[in-house]
């Protein structure tokens, strides 16, 4: 009986009945997605009408940091309220965060905006992997994942297009407002379209986890500081509270009634324990990539901005294309490309590390998309192992824990490429001595990362074999 969904393949996921619920998460995920991309295309525009430019990196910052919280609650919340119910309330959230973003007379106005819009999209992102394990069979979910792993790639298209286009009229507050109607129709559709879906245990009253909750923002505080300090020592303070924030909220998250992670999220013991290590430190391998690389590329290369991008973008056109072709391979090759996909991160870190100060393009762009590659060849199944295995009782929280751990692992990794970067002597976006090692040490930096990811993939393939030969 489990053999049959596989080899039926792609058909297993376009049955008529999902179609419609496929649809409605896709464009969920692209929305928030185009967004964070759309926003760097007008910001220049905001900028010259509202002033603020000392403030220019606030909008992105408030984004990713309410966007982490309201992942961590996501699951919990999905649980005391149902799924459908709260992926509506995220879209419709963001649509009242863009609508803000529109009016705004200051950009104080704008930063408070999409502070409402990254909680929103948090949500939103985070509760699809919800409805993905309580919608679809567990054959498909691979597939599905590969799927909203397209939507991102699509994003990196569309969102600077369509932020380009309301740029070029001089009118950016339409284009939030075009997002608010936009995001007011997929709320709607979400709501007529979306099952309801079982999500475990239910209580009579919904405690917020206040202190678990502070203890992340003061998490994201330590990593968001390290992209203004200038000192490596403040900024090896910054991660060193980052990280001891999230392992006391983890410790208590571990004996609280209400989780906000599996109760056995990042065990070394089981196989959701350890798929979370997994998925933090591929997106931690990941992350350096579009922070410093086009730098990198415009200051030591000559690409314009808009060139720099598209090559970079060549990594997450390589992520989709990689989980798409992937996706709906049987046993035992899902095991296998989450061992070779670290594997392929590292060999591209390596290459970009050792090319990408004197090489020519030519030779430089295709190790960037390998990485890409890399990552998106095992994702989709890290994302199934940590739901596939979770504990009775667990299931939502650890569907919702793919979203908040991704997101920690590339604050956590960009913060870890400030680090290397000051220490390697950038400080100045000219090319200088400090640049030219920095393009060397902040990739090869994350070699390390990629090694420790490809001993985690052999850890859960032992767990898994393990679970297997109990199961016999």
């Known amino acids: 009986m489990e053999h049959l969904p596989i080899q039926m393949g792609w058909r297993s996921l376009f049955k008529r009945e999902l179609i419609p619920t496929i649809v409605v998460l896709l464009c969920g995920v692209l929305l928030q997605s185009m967004n964070v991309l759309m926003l760097t295309t007008v910001l220049p525009s905001i900028v010259g009408e509202l002033g603020g430019v000392a403030m220019l990196s606030w909008p992105t910052t408030a984004y990713l940091a309410s966007s982490i919280v309201a992942a961590s609650c996501a699951g919990v919340l999905a649980s005391e309220g149902g799924a459908r119910p709260v992926y509506c309330a995220g879209v419709l959230t963001f649509a009242l965060g863009a609508l803000l973003c529109s009016l705004a007379p200051a950009m104080g106005w704008v930063i408070v905006g999409r502070f409402i819009q990254g909680f929103g999209g948090g949500l939103v992102v985070a509760v699809a992997y919800v409805l993905v394990r309580g919608t679809f069979p567990e054959s498909a979910w691979s597939r599905t994942i590969a799927l909203m792993s397209a939507s991102w790639t699509v994003s990196v298209l569309i969102g600077p ?166 996706a709906g391979l049987p046993e035992p090759w899902p095991d296998r490309l989450m061992l070779s996909g670290p594997a392929t991160m590292g060999l591209s870190l390596t290459a970009i590390a050792l090319l990408t100060p004197h090489s020519t393009t030519l030779v430089l762009v295709p190790f960037i998309a390998l990485l890409g590659a890399g990552i998106g060849q095992c994702w989709p199944f890290v994302a199934h192992r940590i739901m596939d295995s979770a504990k009775e009782g667990n299931e939502t929280v650890a569907a919702s824990s793919v979203a908040t751990v991704q997101q920690m692992g590339f604050a956590l990794g960009a913060a870890i490429a400030g680090l290397i970067a000051t220490a390697s002597g950038l400080s100045v976006a000219i090319p200088t001595d400090g640049m030219i090692r920095a393009a060397s040490w902040v990739p090869a930096g994350f070699v390390v990362s990629a090694m420790l990811a490809f001993l985690t993939g052999l850890r859960l393939h032992h767990l898994r074999k393990q679970a297997c030969n109990c199961s016999d």
Do not use: E
Request: some cysteine.
């Open 161 to 326: 297009l369509v932020g380009g286009l309301f740029a070029h009229f001089g009118n950016w507050r339409s284009a939030f407002v075009a997002t608010a109607a936009i995001a007011v129709a997929i709320a709607i559709g979400a709501f007529s379209i979306l099952p309801p879906v079982a999500t475990g245990r239910r209580s009579s009253s919904l405690s917020v986890p206040a202190g678990r909750v502070a203890l992340i923002c003061l998490a994201i505080a330590g990593t968001s500081s390290t992209s203004v300090l200038a000192s490596p020592s403040f900024k090896l303070g910054g991660i060193a509270v980052a990280v001891i924030s999230l392992a006391t909220m983890l410790r208590l998250d571990r004996q609280a009634p209400n989780p906000l992670l599996p109760s056995d999220a990042f065990s070394s013991r089981t196989q959701t324990g350890v798929g979370l290590w997994l998925a933090l430190l591929l997106c931690i391998t990941f992350s350096p990539l579009q922070i410093y690389v086009p730098l990198f590329l415009q200051q030591l290369h000559g690409f314009d901005p808009l060139s720099a991008g598209f090559a970079v973008a060549s990594a997450s056109l390589a992520w989709t294309a990689a989980s798409l072709a992937t």
